[in-house]
C-alpha cells in the first residue's frame, strides 16, 4: 500500500475505495459498521482513470467517487471483476458515470440529492445578488487601489426587487432558489420545466396574498411553454438542469441574444449547459449583461476570456461548499455502499435527511439504477408485513 493511500478499519471484510479525502468521520463509522476496509486517497491531485483502476486492483467491493472522474465501462468492467457491488458519487449530478455501463456490470450506482439543495441554492442567489450589484468588480477595484471616495455614479447595478426571476428546471434545488428571490426579493417567479411544479406555484401564489393583504404588490409564478420565452422575460435567469444529451448548449449564442440586455444568467449547475465561448463573446458585446457561474465547461480551465470580463462574477465550483452539506454528502456516499453490501433495498422517497440520523432506515439513500437491477424499493418491501413481525424493517 502506497501512504498516499490512508487506510481506515484494516481488518474489515469489505474493501473499499475513496477517491477523495472526504470530511467529517460520520461516513468512516457507517463504514466501519459495514464491516469495510476503506482506503481513501490524500493527495490534492486528481485520480486519473488509470490509478483509480490500479487502486481498485483484484480485491474490491466498492467506491466512492468524484464528479471530476470519468466512470465508465473501464471502471465498472473493472470494479466488478474485483468482486465490487456499488460505487457512489460524491455528489448529486451524475453526468460523469456511465450509467448503462454500469448496469451491464452490474454494479449499483449511488448520488447525494437532498442534501445539498439549501447550500446551492444559497449560493445561486449570491451569485445574482454579486451580478445584479457589481460586487466582483467592485471588490476588485477596491483591492487595486482605485477607490478615491463615493461617487454618485460609481459601479451602479440593478435592484433585484420586484423583477423576474427564470428558473430553468425546477426541480429541488431551482425551487429552492425561487422560493428564497420571491421571498427575499419578492421577484415573480417564471420556470420551465418538463412537469409543472405545483408546490411551487402554491408557494408563490400564498405569499402573493399575503404581500397584497398588507398592501404591497403581489408576486406571481408562471410556467414557460419554452426556454426562449423563458429568457425573452426574464430579468434574471438561473440554470438547474442536469447535463445531459438535451442540455448541452442549452444556452447557446442565439439564446442568449434572446435574453434582455442588461439581464443576468447564473449557472450552478453544470457548465457545458452554457456554450461558454458563446458567453465570452456575448458578455463582451452587451457591457450591462452579467454572469455568474461556478461551474464550467472544461473544468477546471476557463474559456479563454472568460476570466477577464468584468461583468461575469466567478466562483471555482462551490454550489455544495459548506460543512454541513460536504459532511452529509459523504455520509449519504457510505450508506449507499454500507446498504448494497448488506443487500438492503433502495430507498424511493424524497426525503434524505432520515439518512444523518443515528438510527436511519435500512435502506440505500439514492441508487440510481435501482429498477434496472432489480433491487427491491424500500416501501414495497415494507408494506406487506404483519402485525407479528418482531423486527422494524425502518431501523437498522
Ligand atoms: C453536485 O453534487 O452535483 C454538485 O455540483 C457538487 O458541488
Redesign the pocket.
Known amino acids: 500500500m502506497e501512504p498516499k493511500w490512508q487506510v481506515r478499519n484494516p481488518e474489515g471484510r469489505h474493501r473499499v475505495i475513496v477517491t477523495r479525502h472526504l470530511p467529517g468521520q460520520d461516513w468512516i463509522k457507517v463504514l466501519q459498521e459495514a464491516d469495510c476496509k476503506i482506503e481513501i486517497w490524500q493527495e490534492d491531485d486528481q485520480l486519473s482513470t488509470a490509478m483509480i483502476k490500479e487502486a481498485i486492483g483484484k480485491d474490491c467491493r466498492a467506491a466512492i467517487g468524484m464528479?471530476s472522474e470519468q466512470w465508465g465501462a473501464e471502471l465498472f468492467t473493472a470494479l466488478k471483476a474485483a468482486g465490487g457491488r456499488v460505487y457512489s458519487?460524491?455528489?448529486?449530478?451524475?453526468n460523469n458515470i456511465d450509467l448503462d455501463a454500469a448496469t451491464a456490470a452490474g454494479i449499483a450506482v449511488g448520488?447525494?440529492p437532498g442534501v445539498?439543495t439549501g447550500a446551492?441554492a444559497e449560493l445561486a442567489v449570491a451569485l445574482t445578488l454579486a451580478a445584479a450589484r457589481r460586487v466582483g468588480e467592485a471588490e476588485r477595484f477596491l483591492r487595486a487601489g482605485r477607490f478615491r471616495g463615493w461617487a454618485p455614479t460609481l459601479l451602479l447595478g440593478n435592484l433585484l426587487e420586484g423583477k423576474t426571476a427564470g428558473i430553468i428546471g425546477a426541480g429541488r434545488i431551482g425551487t429552492a432558489y425561487a422560493r428564497i428571490m420571491v421571498q427575499g426579493f419578492r421577484t415573480n417567479i417564471i420556470y420551465y420545466s418538463r412537469r409543472p411544479n405545483s408546490g411551487l406555484e402554491d408557494f408563490v401564489s400564498a405569499f402573493g396574498s399575503f404581500l397584497k393583504s398588507r398592501g404591497h404588490k403581489p408576486v406571481v409564478c408562471t410556467r414557460a411553454a419554452s426556454v426562449d420565452e423563458l429568457l425573452k422575460k426574464s430579468d434574471c435567469v438561473s440554470l438547474h438542469t442536469p447535463l445531459n444529451q438535451d442540455t448541452f448548449h442549452l444556452i447557446d449564442a442565439r439564446r442568449l441574444g434572446l435574453m434582455k440586455k442588461n439581464a443576468i444568467l447564473i449557472n450552478?449547475?453544470?457548465g457545458p449547459v452554457i456554450d461558454e465561448a458563446a458567453l465570452v463573446e456575448h458578455c463582451r458585446a452587451n457591457p450591462d449583461f452579467r454572469a455568474g457561474l461556478d461551474?464550467y465547461e472544461n473544468e477546471p480551465r476557463l474559456a479563454p476570456g472568460l476570466a477577464d470580463l468584468e461583468n461575469a462574477v466567478l466562483l471555482p465550483?462551490?454550489?455544495?461548499?459548506t460543512h454541513w452539506t460536504r459532511q452529509s454528502?459523504a455520509v449519504l456516499a457510505a450508506r449507499n455502499l454500507a446498504a448494497i453490501l448488506r443487500g438492503w433495498p433502495a430507498w424511493d422517497r424524497d426525503d434524505m435527511e432520515v439518512f444523518l440520523l443515528s438510527r436511519p432506515p435500512a435502506a440505500a439513500p439514492s441508487i440510481l439504477n435501482a429498477r434496472q437491477l432489480g433491487i427491491a424499493r424500500f416501501h414495497e418491501v415494507r408494506k406487506p408485513r404483519g402485525r407479528s413481525e418482531k423486527k422494524d424493517p425502518l431501523r437498522s
Open positions: 464528479l458519487n460524491y455528489a448529486v449530478g451524475f448520488n447525494t445539498l446551492t450552478t449547475s453544470r461551474v465550483h462551490l454550489g455544495s461548499a454528502m
